[in-house]
């Protein structure tokens, strides 16, 4: 699966903690095999993020993304949950 990073996602990546940067890489690839798997918990987002789904890098941090195709995903933000609004 291609991932595009938007300029927010890639912002935020930059300011996390390499801890966090390596845990989100490994659950990056994860992702690639499969979206759903169920370490990731995925889960469609509401309210105004309507459309939009988000998976665990660990237990605060999140990644939101979109599916652009059933090929590409676009990963909008990455962070605690202050991302969510």
Known sequence: MDIEYSPEFIK?????P???????VEKE???????LD???KTHKLHG?????????VDAKIRI???LVSPSMVRFHSIGG???YK
């Open 18 to 24: 390499k801890k966090i940067k390596l845990k989100a």
């Open 38 to 40: 169920s370490i990731l």
């Open 64 to 66: 939101i993304f979109s």
């Open 12 to 16: 935020c990546f930059k300011k996390l």
């Open 81 to 83: 949950h202050d991302i």
């Open 48 to 56: 105004k993020l309507s459309g939009k789904l988000a998976f665990s």
């Open 29 to 35: 690839k994860v992702f690639r095999k499969n979206y």
